[in-house]
């Protein structure tokens, strides 16, 4: 009898090293303890960002700015919005129509008050951001109500 082994080595080429999984800085995550924040943030910003509380409408600083910039995070610093998204609304807080690139607001189905609403918060530090509704009127309909003491606003 004869046997004939053959061995077939595969030639598998490995391909090239896909390594694309870099964290961007939009997407690292600031994690503190609640303590922390309130060192660092003032009593009204710990109050609204941190226990989800909200400015009195009509009454915030970037209610009726027109003026063009950027629109963060005040807890982190994450850019959440520009002026071209801003507009004027009658609801008594800063609101826009979209944010700046997806990923960096989180929504959260937010069942407090007797009402379901969807809260924002930023996507980086967990902060509350104000709520997003469907009511907007330009062209995404969406109306995101933001509170000015949880952003921070650059020229
Ligand atoms: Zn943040």
Same mark, same amino acid.
């Given at each position: %009898?004869? !046997?004939?082994?053959?061995? @077939?080595?595969?030639?598998?080429?490995?391909?090239?090293?896909?390594?694309? *999984?870099? $964290?961007? #800085?939009?997407?690292? &995550?600031?994690?503190?303890?609640?303590?922390?924040?309130?060192?660092? @943030?003032?009593? +009204?910003?710990?109050?609204? @960002?941190?226990?989800?509380?909200? #400015?009195?409408?009509?009454?915030?600083?970037?209610?009726?700015? /027109? +003026?063009?910039? %950027?629109?963060?995070? !005040? !807890?982190?610093?994450?850019? @959440?919005?520009?002026?071209? $998204? /801003?507009? *004027?609304? #009658?609801?008594?807080?800063?609101?826009?129509?979209? +944010?700046?690139?997806?990923?960096?607001?989180?929504?959260?189905? #937010?069942?407090?008050?007797?009402? &379901?609403?969807?809260?924002?918060?930023? !996507?980086?530090?967990?902060?509350? =951001?104000?709520? =997003?509704?469907? *009511?907007?009127?330009?062209?995404?309909? =969406?109306?995101?109500? &933001?509170?000015?003491?949880?952003?921070?606003?650059? /020229?």
């Amino acid at each position: %009898m004869i !046997a004939t082994v053959l061995v @077939l080595f595969a030639c598998t080429g490995n391909g090239q090293n896909k390594n694309k *999984d870099k $964290m961007s #800085d939009s997407t690292q &995550v600031i994690s503190r303890t609640e303590e922390e924040w309130r060192k660092i @943030l003032s009593p +009204e910003q710990f109050y609204v @960002l941190r226990q989800k509380g909200t #400015d009195s409408p009509f009454t915030g600083k970037y209610y009726l700015n /027109k +003026e063009k910039g %950027m629109y963060s995070c !005040a !807890a982190c610093g994450n850019e @959440l919005f520009s002026s071209d $998204m /801003k507009f *004027d609304s #009658d609801c008594g807080w800063p609101s826009f129509d979209k +944010e700046i690139a997806g990923g960096k607001i989180k929504k959260i189905t #937010d069942y407090s008050h007797g009402m &379901v609403r969807t809260e924002i918060i930023c !996507a980086k530090c967990g902060s509350h =951001l104000g709520h =997003l509704f469907d *009511d907007g009127p330009t062209s995404t309909h =969406l109306r995101y109500c &933001v509170n000015s003491t949880s952003v921070d606003f650059k /020229k």
